[in-house]
């Protein structure tokens, strides 16, 4: 009897043995089915999140190429600007000094005319003062100039 009620108390725990494993499995396998469940739903947020990152990204990107082409355009007008500038400072400058120039130009041969009308004056007075000195001293340069010009 003894071995009876040991085959019946093997057999027993060889059923809760199963029902047990069944039980685990289904345990198992129902908590495999939350993890992808949870894994699927958090790739989904992940997926979700990355879009709108990118997108508020590609919202920043373009916003800050209006702001480069802005500042482009600005700076480019300054130069321009600064350009137009500095040529009319530099033209005036230019111009100053030229007309500066040109007034000293004028007095130098305003200077030297008066200077040549001065020396002609005084000639022609020592040449009514003293006749034959002016005679005499024209031809002695007369002879120099006939010397000068046989010797080229």
């Not at 009876?4 to 199963?18: V, W």
């Not at 790739?43 to 082409?69: C, F, R």
């Not at 130069?79 to 007309?99: L, P, W, Y």
């Amino acid at each position: 009897m003894e071995t009876r009620s040991q085959l019946a108390g093997a057999s027993q725990l060889k059923d809760n043995s199963r029902n047990s494993n069944e039980a685990t499995g289904a345990a198992i396998s129902d908590s495999i089915a939350r993890g992808k469940d949870t894994v699927g739903a958090a790739a989904k947020d992940a997926m979700s999140s990355a879009g709108s990152d990118l997108q508020s990204l590609q919202a920043d990107l373009n916003g800050l190429k209006e702001t480069v082409t802005k500042f482009m355009s600005e700076a480019a007008g300054q130069a321009a600007k600064t350009a137009r500038e500095v040529s009319s400072q530099v033209t005036s400058r230019v111009s100053d000094v030229a007309g500066d120039l040109a007034d000293r130009g004028s007095a130098i041969a305003s200077t030297a005319t008066d200077q040549a009308k001065t020396f002609a004056s005084e000639l022609e007075s020592m040449a009514r003062r003293n006749p034959i000195g002016a005679i005499a001293g024209a031809v002695l340069v007369g002879v120099l100039i006939g010397a000068l010009g046989r010797r080229s």
